[in-house]
């Protein structure tokens, strides 16, 4: 139906690194930044968006003949918030710490621009197929991102990975803490802030070096 | 004295202390976005600060009336439909919904009426009213309050409409300083050798990660103020240690 536009695949694809939500178009910041204190948190929030992406972007993709021009993102945002909405039922439901948790990140991924990019660039365009793809492509970019702040912020903030699920200690307990101990800082709003701008340099450098040779 | 005391508390928590960039992480996107130049950003900051407290206004209202448990409309409305009917009519699930299409509706009205009546307004922010439809901070205030309207259900903090209002205007203001700061350190970073990778967002970003830091210097103030401003009234007779027994 739709021959124009990248494939399914291509879309998959661009979505993990070539056009990362966060890294690459920097979308979506507030839950970036907020969530990425654990990487229990990060994931939660991963899932979350996959859920609200695939099943905004397959129905705008569904109803895109129907669409209006100057409707368009209203019918965008009332989707969203519709499926948010289960989301955080769900999530409340099942998860109730994980919910209590993020508290009310969950219901700002309405207003988070990767969505409503996708919807706009991607799926009032394209079939149901590619939009589908695309949608489960930029999510596994957006957790990518998410994983590598929150490893970073979770290992130098509180000494494990997956501490609260799994009970990884990376940085063993035993350590006396006059040789290390965990840096506050990390869990605080400022060690997002710089892990995030210094992972945004850390991408800049590495596409220009790759782009070099 | 008790009152004016309690809003002012409630005020500088969350402009400064609870700051809405650098505390909870909402407005990120036009921080980075629009913070490029001072007279843009105070645009983008004040118009933030003026929708976000229309839009709190309604959704307090609405909140009270139609969506929290209990709430009058929706239960008397309910009894019409169904005078038997009992428990409690909770309209609860529908939030999201409902805030998202009031603001959208908010921004919509206020770009109207602003380009109607004050013109020169609306050559200083009218272009950015279309943006903060999608702006957390407005939607994230409108959750804040949710939890604190008062219903049927038990609410630990009740807030009446007049702390809900001085609420978001106040968070909308921490916005505003935020942005108006970043806004002032760009116009001069422009001048600075920054490296090329950390150019744009990621020079951006650490600046907000050290600004934050400083931010997190007001916390402890609002408890420290408390004090002064709401002396306890019988100071409790203090208990004395009982001497150490001689050894």
């Known amino acids: 139906m739709s021959n124009d536009g990248p ?3 291509e879309r998959f694809v661009q979505g993990i690194i070539p056009e990362n939500p966060v890294l690459r178009q920097v979308l979506g910041i507030c839950p970036t930044l907020a969530v990425t204190n654990t990487m229990e948190g990060a994931m939660t929030m991963t899932g979350a968006v996959l859920f609200v992406l695939v099943c905004a972007n397959v129905l705008i993709s569904l109803i895109r003949g129907m669409l209006k021009p100057h409707l368009r993102i209203l019918v965008f945002t009332l989707t969203i918030a519709a ?9 409340a ?4 710490d994980m919910s209590k948790q993020l508290g009310p990140y969950i219901p700002l991924i309405i207003v988070n621009c990767i969505i409503i990019a996708r919807c706009e660039i991607c ?3 394209q079939g149901v197929w590619t939009a589908f793809s695309d949608a489960v492509g930029q999510s596994l970019g957006f957790g990518l991102a998410l994983g590598c702040i929150a490893t970073v912020r979770e290992v130098l903030g509180f000494g494990t990975w997956f501490g609260k ?3 990884w200690h990376v940085i063993p307990a035993s350590i006396p803490t006059d040789v290390w101990s965990p840096w506050v800082i990390m869990v605080l709003p400022p060690g997002a802030f710089l892990t995030l701008g210094l992972l945004l340099g850390a991408t800049n450098w590495m596409t220009a070096r790759t782009k070099k040779a | 004295m008790d009152y004016l005391a309690t809003i002012l508390l409630l005020a500088i928590s969350t402009a400064l202390i609870n700051n809405m960039v650098f505390h909870f992480f909402v407005g990120n996107c036009p921080f980075i976005g629009v913070s490029r130049k001072l007279d843009t950003a105070f645009g983008m900051g004040a118009a933030v600060t003026f929708v976000t407290t229309i839009a709190a206004l309604l959704s307090w209202l609405i909140t009270w009336a139609v969506l929290a448990p209990g709430a009058p409309l929706t239960t008397w409305v309910w009894h019409l439909i169904r005078p038997d009917a009992k428990g409690v009519v909770d309209l609860s699930i529908l939030n999201y919904v409902v805030y998202i299409f009031v603001i959208a509706w908010a921004v919509q009205l206020v770009e109207m009426y602003v380009r109607k009546f004050f013109p020169a307004l609306y050559k200083a922010f009218g272009v950015f009213l279309p943006l903060i439809t999608t702006n957390c901070v407005i939607l994230f205030v409108c959750l804040e309050i949710m939890k604190h309207v008062p219903s049927a259900g038990d609410v630990p903090d009740p807030w009446g409409l007049d702390k809900a209002l001085i609420y978001a205007f ?3 203001l921490g916005f505003l300083i935020a942005i108006v700061i970043m806004a002032g350190m760009r116009e001069e970073i422009e001048h600075c050798d920054v490296p090329k990778p950390l150019q744009g967002p990621g020079i951006t970003l650490i600046m907000a990660g050290i600004l934050s830091l400083a931010f997190l210097g007001f916390t402890g103030m ?3 103020l408390a004090k002064i401003l709401k002396p306890a009234p019988t100071p409790a007779p203090e208990i004395k240690a009982a001497p150490p027994p001689a050894s």
């Open chain 2, 170 to 172: 106040c968070a909308g």
């Open chain 2, 222 to 224: 609002d408890s420290n």
């Open chain 1, 165 to 167: 699920w799994l009970g």
């Open chain 1, 93 to 96: 439901a099942f998860m109730y």
């Open chain 1, 83 to 91: 499926f948010v909405t289960v989301a955080d039922r769900l999530l």
């Open chain 1, 123 to 125: 799926a009032a365009k």
């Open chain 1, 7 to 9: 494939t399914p695949l």
